[in-house]
């Protein structure tokens, strides 16, 4: 069976700081990946979706990025983190046709 | 562009009421639905979903019906427990091209006992 891991579940990091989240697929080969992020009291927002190794597709522009450097990780990254990076970072992957399976999430907070 | 529109929540029932979380859509063309449930610290789970006009999703108690005519795909359990408080998102989304899900904002439920 899928399933997916993403690290880690809760961070801390000050203002100005790197960050580097990092999610696993295994189970599924060639899969679609989503970052998403969900803002207090907000729905969840798509920051980027890839479809491949190397492809990434920004949905917003903002203060992050996102790279896959193998076919089942998928990693969101900052060189300096703003106050308003601050949220519950979701990982999630699917098949393209169908439903998007979740990550347990990461709550960041940027300090 | 794609939009999704939940009920405001917070909703409180208790235990045994029946429950509707409304949803609407709007998009273009015919896009799958979804309804996630979250769990207080937890990622997303995929609760039902429908892929066409008139399926009804169901899952553990609870169902809605993909209403075209309406863009509409409601909520509903007949009776709810303590242990169905959690976060519900209504999204949609298309096949390929990435399948990006659209999410509603969510509604969040509180059941008492």
């Known amino acids: 069976s899928q399933t997916i891991h993403q690290w880690p579940a809760t961070l801390v990091q000050p203002v100005g700081s790197p960050l580097s989240l990092e999610c696993t697929v295994e189970g599924t080969s060639n899969p679609n990946l989503y970052w998403y992020r969900q803002a207090a009291g907000r729905g969840l927002q798509l920051l980027f979706y890839?479809?491949?190794?190397?492809?990434i597709s920004s949905e917003v522009p903002q203060n992050l990025s996102a790279s896959r450097p193998q076919d089942r990780q998928f990693i969101l990254s900052s060189k300096k983190l703003l106050l308003s990076d601050s949220g519950f970072y979701l990982c999630?992957?699917?098949?393209?046709?169908?439903?998007?399976?979740f990550g347990q999430g990461t709550r960041l907070t940027v300090v | 562009g794609n939009s999704v529109t939940q009920m405001e929540g917070p909703v409180t029932l208790s235990e045994e009421a029946f429950l509707t979380i409304n949803c609407t859509y709007t998009?273009?063309?015919?896009?799958?639905l979804f309804w996630y449930v979250q769990y207080p610290g937890e990622g997303l789970q995929l609760l039902l979903k429908?892929?066409?006009?008139?399926d009804k999703g169901s899952n553990k108690g609870f169902e809605a019906t993909y209403r075209k005519e309406t863009t509409s795909f409601h909520l509903e359990k007949g009776s709810v427990q303590v242990s169905d408080s959690a976060v519900y998102f209504c999204?949609?989304?298309?096949?390929?091209?990435?399948?990006?899900?659209?999410f509603g904002t969510g509604t969040q439920l509180k059941v008492e006992l």
């Open positions: 890839s479809v491949g190794i190397g492809q």
């Open positions: 998009a273009t063309g015919y896009p799958s």
């Open positions: 999204a949609l989304g298309f096949p390929g091209g990435g399948n990006k899900l659209t």
């Open positions: 999630a992957w699917g098949t393209g046709i169908s439903e998007a399976f």
């Open positions: 429908a892929t066409k006009a008139d």
